[in-house]
């Protein structure tokens, strides 16, 4: 009855692991103090600070001037001097085009900051996915090779007692537990892979714990507001300011001015008050003002045609989750159906050696027999594993489809250090 006790409860673990509550604030936390999002929220305060400064007026221009005829003996000496004041003027749009690019370049910065944290939340949480499975995996092979071991001492014990042993069951069971020796070792490599993989991701060191799995509900995801989307929306925005600020190019600059002046000296002195109007010649800037315009509705272009493969990878994003969800679903449905015809054949094999194997399966062909159906068990147990670690790969991937908006409140909050 050990071996189905085992039984029961190694599919309960497998069938029950898939319903564990997920808290994502560990890994987001983590996530958060990556030097990846440090970099990123730096940039965004650069955007910032730059579009403080964005649609500024020129600064006024003063110029002074001072000067003295000598005439000699056959005339006066004059003396004059000159003061102007001229405030340039910005072009016609210039001023609120320089404003919108700015403020597309700061949407564009914490698009990106979303998408940093997107990626790095779905490398951990696929590495950490995979490191989950590959030590479920160890624990059933390891179940599997102390049941092997199990029947291979019984196997020698018999040997001992002078009863007839087939030599071929006993270098059956030696080579199935140097096979799974060789597994284990694969699998157990595998999981410190991965978990590696995980602290490369996290920037953690080798000391630090890793946080749990954690993975968005496939429900939640949309591909309006996903980072990848923000950021097209973002970089199209970008390109039609940019477009608005090449055509302001096209107009001229003006400038206007005072201008003040005194010539001579005493009772003779004359005064000159004056205003001056400049404007450039837009001759050439207007050639130059169409090709940029071209290139940015080229630019715009192409920012609306990655928004459409974004919302398009978000949509294969989830019917992929969808579809392993699926899968793992039918593998535990399938599992508790092995579990009662397993528990059925064990029990049939246990009053059969019980009361002398009449029908000649007892002795070596029954122990051959419960290792068999063990290494169902564990082939099952091994499906199922390996079905749930799709569906959380499948899952995990979805943090960078997450909303940019909860992904920067996550990103941008403060965090303690670990």
Same mark, same amino acid.
């Given at each position: ?8 409860? #190694?599919?309960? @673990?497998?069938? /029950? =692991? !898939?319903? +564990?509550?997920?808290?994502? $604030?560990?890994?987001?936390? &983590?996530? %958060? *103090? ?79 900051? #979303?998408?940093? @944290?997107?990626? /790095? =939340? !779905?490398? +951990?949480?696929?590495?950490? $996915?995979?490191?989950?499975? &590959?030590? %479920? *995996? ?89 980072? +990848? ?190």
């Amino acid at each position: 009855m050990r071996v189905r006790r085992a039984l029961l409860f #190694a599919f309960a @673990a497998a069938v /029950t =692991a !898939a319903g +564990a509550p997920e808290d994502p $604030a560990p890994l987001l936390s &983590a996530v %958060a *103090r990556t030097p990846a999002l440090e970099s990123a929220r730096r940039r965004i305060d650069a955007a910032q600070a730059r579009a403080g400064a964005a649609g500024r007026l020129p600064d006024p221009e003063v110029e002074a001037m001072a000067s003295r005829v000598n005439s000699g003996a056959m005339g006066d000496d004059r003396s004059m001097w000159e003061f102007n004041l001229r405030q340039p003027l910005p072009r016609r749009g210039e001023r609120a085009a320089d404003r919108e690019r700015a403020t597309a370049a700061v949407s564009m910065a914490e698009a990106e900051l #979303a998408m940093i @944290a997107g990626d /790095t =939340a !779905a490398d +951990a949480a696929m590495a950490l $996915a995979e490191a989950e499975g &590959a030590r %479920a *995996r160890v624990t059933l092979l390891e179940t599997q090779r102390s049941r092997l071991g199990t029947a291979l001492a019984s196997l020698d014990a018999r040997l001992a007692a002078g009863a007839t042993v087939k030599l071929a069951d006993r270098l059956t069971l030696q080579s199935r537990i140097a096979a799974l020796e060789l597994a284990l070792e694969e699998t157990r490599r595998g999981a410190a892979d991965a978990e590696a993989a995980a602290r490369m991701h996290l920037a953690l060191a080798s000391e630090t714990p890793l946080p749990f799995f954690a993975a968005p509900e496939i429900s939640t995801i949309r591909a309006d507001g996903s980072p +990848a989307v923000t950021l097209a929306e973002a970089r199209a925005a970008e390109a039609l300011a940019t477009g608005r600020m090449a055509r302001a190019g096209a107009n001229p600059m003006t400038a206007v001015g005072i201008r003040l002046e005194r010539e001579g000296g005493g009772s003779s002195a004359q005064d000159t008050i004056g205003l001056a109007v400049s404007s450039e010649i837009p001759w050439r800037s207007r050639g130059y003002a169409r090709a940029g315009s071209r290139a940015a509705e080229a630019e715009r272009a192409a920012a609306q045609a990655e928004g459409e493969t974004a919302r398009r990878r978000v949509t294969n994003a989830t019917g992929r989750a969808e579809r392993a969800e699926q899968l793992a679903t039918v593998a535990r449905k399938l599992a508790a159906d092995t579990r009662t015809r397993l528990e059925t054949e064990h029990e049939i094999l246990s009053r059969t050696v019980s009361v002398g194997a009449p029908s000649g399966m007892g002795g070596d062909s029954a122990v051959l027999h419960a290792v068999d159906i063990l290494e169902r068990t564990s082939e099952t147990q091994l499906r199922i594993v390996e079905a749930e670690t799709a569906a959380r790969v499948a899952r995990a991937e979805l943090w960078r489809h997450v909303a940019a908006r909860k992904l920067l409140d996550s990103a941008t909050r403060p965090v303690s250090p670990p």
